[in-house]
Nanobody, 115 residues
């Protein structure tokens, strides 16, 4: 049984920071490419950060320089450090693990940035 559980979301003022965590179970975490996605109401789900099993990292321009993804394979956890948050970052943030036959998703954690 694969489970991804996100935590760390909340309400923060513009310019503030949050650190999201995604704890994985039921997968061999170290061999899975991982990613963080977000979806705001009425908007498409979008990638915010990705990290491969080899440690290669990609960010879209919208978060580059503000967000940092990292993984701790020993703890089966992937993190997203979010700094200089903007109201536009408000969304539900989801953790994804890329599997061989399918992708696995967490239930999401709400991030709300007030102006």
């Amino acid at each position: 049984q694969v489970q991804l559980v996100e935590s760390g979301g909340g309400l923060v003022q513009a310019g503030g920071s949050l650190r999201l965590s995604c704890a994985a179970s039921g997968i061999i975490f170290s061999v899975n490419d991982m990613g963080w996605y977000r979806q705001a109401p009425g908007k498409q789900r979008e990638l915010v950060a990705a990290i491969t099993r080899a440690g290669r990292i990609n960010y879209p321009d919208s978060v580059k320089g503000r967000f940092t993804i990292s993984r701790d394979n020993a703890k089966n956890t992937v993190y997203l450090q979010m700094n200089s948050l903007k109201p536009e970052d408000t969304a539900v943030y989801y953790c994804k693990a890329k599997g061989v036959l399918s992708d696995y998703w967490g239930q999401g954690t709400q991030v709300t940035v007030s102006s």
